[in-house]
């Protein structure tokens, strides 16, 4: 775990000092060696390796496909949308986690690519991994907008919240979570504490405390104030340096347990409610 | 019927505790090693002066201060590292207690020690 944190400061390191002219290496060929177990079947962990033709745009997601296509059908993999959008095809990818759909090879060096699956998740089979208690996490936090004011079964009663810009600055970031579960895999506190909900769900919890159209403060504060919740983290914000989608978890976290703590105001202006028929 | 557990500290009071506990060490842990600047160093440590320091009352409740902040912060920092070393109710309410009362001992024993320095029992 340490490695892959010290690897991980490494690329945040190496992004911000030459982010604008980063290094591409353009090659013909690219050895993917790819991580094969069946869990079901308790087969010893053992890596395969295949020699796939790239191009400058190939991605890994595409290299894994060739080598499944071409070379062995039975590679376990995950995907969907092929654009970063679906949070499927997360993979350790030489001992990082990210998504195989926007790692292109030509970003990454040497001539072998490792593909292995997302650490602190139960393995499935090769590089699928089991998001269950992933998203029992997410499921906890109550990640939809709790107000007894607005009635959604009633079409005729339907009334919509107004916010303002500033508003929903203040939650917007944390709503682009694809819930790909890469923040769950670089964070050292959920590879020892099972309980401990993970980044993605204390910033989930953060954007709907954040939200005006949410009344419902001191519940959802009760949920991460637990002997495993929100105080387990340990800030060492790898969470927020492997997001594909920019959303910086440890900030929420930091945020939330500022409002824990009374250090930020948890008064909380609720959004006005505007009937539909009258506006 | 659902169990429902009667909670007496927040795990944010805990660790408003913790916090504030860290911040106030720090000062009379300052204020502790200033003290040794009022004479030689190898001076303010003879005996002598030493038992001086604990006849002196203020000094003697500010060495109270010290034992009760660091010990409810050292158990606290300590029951939060055993905290992550096992998930289940037996070991987490085990630690709660071990540490509570570690540090009740150790307070009590840290305690009897400036009292009886300070010949307040004799």
């Known amino acids: 775990m340490k490695e892959i944190i010290k690897k991980i400061g490494m690329i945040k390191n190496g992004n911000r000092k030459d982010d604008n002219n980063r290094k591409e290496i353009l090659r013909n060929n690219v050895v993917v060696k790819v991580f094969r177990a069946n869990r079901s079947k308790g087969d010893f962990v053992s890596y395969d390796s295949f020699e796939v033709p790239v191009q400058r745009w190939t991605t890994v997601l595409e290299a894994l496909l060739y080598a499944k296509s071409y070379l062995d059908s039975s590679i376990g993999i995950r995907y969907s949308c092929r654009m970063a959008s679906c949070g499927s095809c997360g993979m350790k990818i030489n001992g990082i986690p990210r998504l195989a759909c926007y790692t292109k090879i030509s970003e990454l060096e040497g001539s072998t690519i490792t593909c292995e699956p997302l650490a602190n998740f ?11 208690q992933f998203f029992n996490h997410h499921k906890k936090m109550q990640p939809y907008i709790h107000n007894e004011n607005s009635v959604m079964t009633d079409s005729k009663k339907l009334i919509e919240f107004k916010q303002s810009v500033e508003e929903v600055d203040k939650y917007l ?12 895999s670089a964070c050292p ?7 401990f909900p993970g980044p993605q769900a ?3 919890a953060y954007r709907y405390y954040a939200d005006t159209r949410d009344n419902d403060t001191k519940e959802r504060l009760n949920i991460v104030d637990e002997k495993h919740g929100i105080w387990r983290c340990h800030f060492a914000g790898s969470c927020s340096t492997v997001c594909p989608k920019g959303v910086d978890p440890a900030l929420g976290i930091q945020l939330l347990r500022g409002h824990l703590m009374g250090f930020s105001k948890n008064e909380k202006k609720i959004a006005k409610l505007h009937n539909r028929s009258t506006s | 019927m659902m169990k429902t557990r009667k909670i007496i500290l927040h795990e944010s009071q805990i660790m408003k505790i913790h916090y504030i506990t860290a911040i106030a060490a720090l000062f009379v842990v300052a204020v502790h090693i200033l003290m040794r600047l009022i004479m030689p160093y190898s001076m303010s440590l003879q005996y002598e002066n030493v038992v001086v320091n604990y006849h002196n009352i203020p000094y003697a409740l500010l060495l109270e201060s010290i034992l009760v902040l660091i010990a409810i912060h050292g158990f606290n920092g300590l029951r939060v590292i055993l905290l992550e070393f ?4 037996i070991w987490e309410n085990g630690i709660t207690i071990f540490t509570i009362a570690a ?7 840290g305690t009897r020690t400036i009292i009886m320095a300070n010949q307040l029992g004799l």
Do not use: H, W
């Open chain 2, 103 to 109: 540090m009740i001992a150790i307070i009590a024993y």
């Open chain 1, 189 to 195: 506190t959920v590879a020892t504490d099972t309980k």
């Open chain 1, 173 to 184: 970031q944390f709503s682009y979570c694809i819930k790909c579960g890469l923040c769950y």
């Open chain 2, 86 to 89: 096992r998930q289940n109710e």
């Open chain 1, 122 to 132: 139960p393995l499935i089979r090769d590089l699928v991994t089991d998001f269950s």
């Open chain 1, 202 to 204: 204390l910033s989930q």
